[in-house]
């Protein structure tokens, strides 16, 4: 092609585009990445399904839905102004706060007027000759765009349990993750919970205050943390303002992006008396400090792992009346620390209290929902509510809901059957002119300080792409296929990996989620970031680039 051809190409492209970029999903990234692709001059568009901005923080309004990061390191770090013009309420803030947050940022920079909302992305299909993405909207809209973002959430995609007869029950039910707008109103009622994850855990501290009667359905026990949650008050939040540098700063060296960070020590390199005492200290102390900031072999070393499981296994039987619930709700299947740990506010006292119940699945495994209620092997629970805190279908799940095609109508879902295979979490080989914010394979943790580093890794990538007149780029295979051994041998002999949880790829409600698969980057956030530093740095040679002149 001459480049007399090419530059007609590029008006004839030009007239049937829509945007420039399409990104999919108004939360913590789309709304970020918005933002940069727009400051950039890029015409965008965010498709979001949802009514209003926020993602997470606005499907997620069950009752007790609040941070597990500390709020002042979570919210974006990015703009000045939010910093300066943002008081955090409390340390870990509850869901109508952060929601809140959002639509503060969303003001701020008029992100609404690019933003579609009620706009459901069902297919986004790659034109090879045209070099171009059609996304096309649950109602039948389509819109074309040189570059496809998804920012779909990695914990995005409820999943409802395998029960026959739930659409029987005549009650009100809901997931926690499509909590309605209106709220339920628990009072004088009986109320099921079934799930005791980090959601469930949330939601039933804060039922059992209101509900006549609560039945929580257990299938296995977390192992669960003292949040410790308070107030900041205005003089708290001027110093953790003038703190902003050094706090953004440590959140970049931890392993994990949290303010808390591991402990250089092993779990046998102290005296008992000192190992004991470091752990009350955790146990007392605020947040995931006793996950994130415990000895450093703690997470690898079966013994450590065991003598810390028993520490805490001890604090529940503490805190729990009845011996045989206290022994219900420790895990025996998993270690501390290997599986999410849900933080907790009064969570083991609430089976202290009269009115509440617990079932455990194992011993009396549900056979069905009837219409007035929930039906065991071993009996029949008559309640007025059942709340499905039955999580999501974690990191892929948003992906698989989609039908992305990409080169030769290859979909997305089969390429990654087995699991993901990604080039730093971000691009697949394959898939052209799409980006990934929080994908698999890349760094998460706390979760904005990885999102900001990929909004502004992709905002790099495509503006050496603007600048060298280049409209297509992807991931060489050989590059994806580096980065997969990579990801492969950060999990190797993390305790976390032997262990059936979302964080392994394990989802019992999903067809194919049955095998443990890693779909995590289990390596730190600082060796993320310096790969794809180096990447760029190195002017992106596992990437290949085309630009219009070039035959596609
Ligand atoms: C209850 C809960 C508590 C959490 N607490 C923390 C915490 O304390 N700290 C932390 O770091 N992380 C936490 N997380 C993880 C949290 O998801 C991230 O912190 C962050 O909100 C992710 O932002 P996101 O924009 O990438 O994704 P999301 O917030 O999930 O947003 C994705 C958006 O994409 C939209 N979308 C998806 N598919 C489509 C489609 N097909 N068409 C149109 N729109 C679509 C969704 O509607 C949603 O609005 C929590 C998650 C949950 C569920």
């Not at 009269?354 to 629970?381: F, N, W």
């Amino acid at each position: 092609m001459t480049a007399v051809q090419g530059t007609q190409t590029q008006r004839r492209e030009a007239e049937v585009l829509d945007f420039d970029a399409i990104i999919i999903g108004a939360g913590m990234s789309g709304m970020y990445q918005l933002y940069r692709l727009r400051e950039m001059g890029l015409r965008v568009r965010v498709l979001e399904a949802g009514t209003g901005v926020g993602g997470t923080w606005y499907w997620n309004r069950y009752p007790g839905a609040r941070f597990d990061s500390e709020s002042y390191s979570y919210g974006y770090s990015f703009s000045q102004d939010v910093l300066d013009e943002w008081d955090w309420g409390e340390c870990f803030s509850g869901q109508p706060e952060i929601e809140r947050y959002c639509n503060f940022v969303a003001d701020k920079f008029d992100l609404r007027r690019d933003i579609q909302f009620s706009a459901r992305v069902t297919a986004a299909h790659y034109d090879e000759a045209g070099r171009y993405w059609t996304v096309k909207l649950a109602d039948g809209a389509h819109y074309r765009a040189r570059f496809l973002i998804t920012a779909i959430g990695l914990l995005s995609a409820p999943t409802m349990p395998r029960f026959a007869g739930i659409d029987d029950f005549q009650g009100q039910w809901c997931h926690t993750g499509l909590w309605p707008k209106e709220g339920i109103d628990f009072a004088g009622k009986r109320v099921a919970v079934i799930g005791t994850g980090a959601s469930g855990v949330q939601a039933i501290q804060e039922i059992a205050k209101s509900a006549r009667q609560l039945i929580v359905f257990q299938r296995r026990p977390n192992w669960c943390t003292p949040l410790h949650n308070r107030p900041i008050p205005k003089d708290e939040m001027e110093r953790i303002r003038a703190g902003y540098p050094e706090l953004f700063q440590l959140c970049r060296e931890t392993a994990a992006c949290f303010i808390h960070t591991v402990d250089p020590r092993g779990t046998f390199e102290v005296t008992d008396e000192e190992r004991l005492a470091f752990w009350e200290e955790l146990y007392a102390g605020q947040g995931f400090g006793i996950w994130q900031g415990n000895f450093r072999d703690m997470l690898t070393d079966r013994e450590a792992n065991r003598l810390m499981s028993e520490f805490v296994a001890g604090k529940i039987r503490e805190r729990v009346k009845d011996p045989k619930v206290a022994e219900l709700l420790i895990p025996k299947d998993h270690g501390f620390g290997t599986r999410r740990v849900p933080q907790e506010t009064h969570y083991y006292e609430v089976y202290n209290q009269p009115h509440v119940k617990l079932v455990s699945m194992l011993e009396q495994p549900v056979d069905r929902i009837t219409p007035t209620g929930i039906r065991t092997s071993a009996q029949d629970y008559d309640v007025d509510v059942i709340i499905y805190a039955t999580g999501f279908d974690a990191v892929t799940g948003a992906f698989d809901r989609i039908d992305i095609r990409g080169d030769g109508g290859q979909r997305l879902k089969d390429k990654w059957t087995g699991g993901p295979r990604t080039f730093v979490g971000v691009m697949v080989d394959g898939f052209p002119n799409m980006f990934m914010i929080m994908g698999p394979h890349a760094a998460l943790g706390n979760n904005p300080r990885s999102i900001e580093y990929n909004v502004e890794w992709i905002r790099d990538l495509l503006g050496r792409m603007n600048a060298h007149d280049l409209i297509e780029t992807e991931a060489r295979p050989e590059a994806v296929g580096e980065w997969h051994a990579f990801v492969h041998e950060k999990a190797e002999g993390l305790l976390v990996n032997e262990i059936d949880s979302w964080m392994t790829g394990i989802n019992m409600n999903v067809d194919g989620k049955q095998t443990r698969t890693v779909v995590r980057y289990s390596g730190t956030a600082p060796e993320y970031r310096a790969k794809c530093d180096d990447v760029a740095a190195g002017g992106y040679r596992e990437l290949r680039f085309a630009s219009a002149n070039s035959v596609a």
